[in-house]
């Protein structure tokens, strides 16, 4: 991959490799993630730094438990494979118990979220 985003030749499209790289990254991370990282350690020194690692792990084990699981609860088409997203809370959530808790959960997340 690094290979392909060094040479520097466009595809028909006229994009090259690295413009799509940087575009991609671009949207992910965004400008306000780089920004708010230099205003938090600029503020809050080693403690800012220290917090936004504890902070990254917690995202990154959720992202790995939500594509997992994404993996596992799939809506098959005709000839391929698609996960929906309405579709895969309906089978996840599907019994009154886990309603309640999701319920519950949110409810609390709404109260105790400002706070934070």
Known sequence: MIRLVTMGKSSEAGVS???ALTMSLSGRIGV???AGTA???AYGGPGAVFWMWVITFIGA???YV????RKFIKRNKTDNTVAVRRSTLKKA???NGLRCS???IILSMAVLMPGI
């Open 17 to 19: 490799s690295f413009q």
């Open 93 to 95: 959530l599907a019994g």
């Open 66 to 69: 939500e594509s997992t699981w």
């Open 102 to 104: 999701r319920a519950a």
């Open 61 to 63: 084990a959720t992202a």
């Open 32 to 34: 306000g993630n780089v």
């Open 39 to 41: 205003t938090g350690i």
